[in-house]
């Protein structure tokens, strides 16, 4: 499939604006906040079904507006038909009513998403997956895994429910017996739901660890584990009764990411070590084995949404991602209208230009 074009009616700041997508590579310029990652943040709302910088939907519609749409046009490449889908945001009296379309047929979320290409958005916010805090890692994974398998997704709500179910239960119990036997279901419980998201995590940490290399540097990671079983929860229950909260299991996971040295064949800490480029490149190393992944997994080539990310880069990192993005159509936001002349040295398919 490749996405063709997009159109905006009353969407962050486009009252009504249509755009046509290269089906290789889109490459948008302008200053900032002229609408570059709108566009982007459009694509990925038809696609995913939510944006990726609001808090609360409503800051999709123009500020005094009822309702927005956004439609796109997707392209079926084995048989040339194009398909339009829509998703309509209209506000109530009570908050905000969305609306699902596949041509003209009115569709539920999960049936809407299922006909869609898949879409992997690189932004720089996103720095803070290598360099934030490991509940940042732990959002990565989950969000990433959610998206695949529906199990894990429900599981991963039933975890968070049951442990603040179990941190309450820690608060509030007293008597040493009563809190053993309250705390027996949930200790089950977590254990069975737990186990599904440690396992998954480590399937895909697996699949990243064989495929390491980007170019020349080859990046590892560390899956630290936090394993919840019964014997755990027996040896931490006085120190969970002193602090009066939940002291292990998959919520206190952690990722490390490690680049090796192929001349001394010595690893370093990425987050700890790394410089801002070798930073953004693991990040990068982590979106395209998500493009594989999504590709292997949906067997349908993801659309890659690059938002201002060349900036953030060294010379010879801007020319690699031109060069390993070459298999998937590419829509990209930047300031830099010279990076038109890396992308004619650099990358080897057709490629149109947007200003805004």
Do not use: C
Not at 261 to 289: M, P, V
């Amino acid at each position: 499939m490749i996405f063709k074009s997009i159109s905006f009616y009353h969407f962050r700041n486009f009252s009504e604006k249509q755009f046509k997508i290269n089906p290789h590579l889109t490459a948008i310029f302008g200053k900032n906040a002229r609408g570059k990652t709108n566009i982007l943040e459009g694509i990925y709302f038809l696609i995913r079904g939510e944006g990726f910088r609001e808090t609360r939907e409503e800051e999709l519609i123009i500020f005094d507006k009822k309702e927005a749409h956004v439609e796109g046009v997707l392209e079926d490449k084995k048989n040339k038909d194009n398909n339009n889908f829509r998703i309509s945001l209209i506000r109530n009296d009570f908050g905000l009513d969305k609306f699902y379309f596949l041509g003209k047929t009115k569709k539920g979320r999960q049936s809407y998403l299922k006909d869609i290409l898949p879409v992997v958005l690189f932004s720089p916010e996103q720095i803070e997956i290598i360099n934030g805090t490991p509940s940042m890692r732990r959002e990565y994974f989950d969000k990433f895994l959610s998206g695949i398998d529906s199990e894990y997704k429900k599981r991963l709500i039933n975890y968070s429910q049951a442990l603040r179910k179990r941190n309450k239960i820690l608060e509030k119990t007293f008597n040493i017996v009563d809190l053993k036997q309250e705390l027996k279901f949930w200790n089950d419980y977590l254990i069975n739901q737990g186990n599904y998201l440690i396992d998954k995590r480590r399937e895909y940490i697996e699949y990243l660890n064989r495929n390491k290399k980007i170019d020349s540097k080859e990046f590892f990671i560390k899956y630290e584990s936090n394993d919840i079983n019964t014997e755990r929860f027996n040896e931490y229950f006085d120190r969970e009764v002193k602090i009066r909260k939940t002291f292990i299991g998959p919520q206190k996971d952690d990722f490390k990411i490690y680049l090796t040295d192929n001349l001394s064949s010595k690893s370093k800490n990425i987050h700890l070590y790394g410089s801002r480029s070798e930073q953004r490149l693991a990040l990068f190393w982590l979106k395209i084995n998500e493009l594989k992944y999504l590709e292997s997994f949906f067997k349908k080539k993801p659309i890659l949404l690059l938002d201002d990310i060349f900036s953030e880069l060294d010379h010879d990192n801007q020319k690699l991602i031109f060069n390993l993005i070459g298999d998937y159509q590419t829509v990209v936001t930047s300031t830099e209208k010279e990076l038109t002349k890396l992308i004619n040295l650099s990358y080897h398919s057709s490629y149109d230009t947007i200003d805004l």
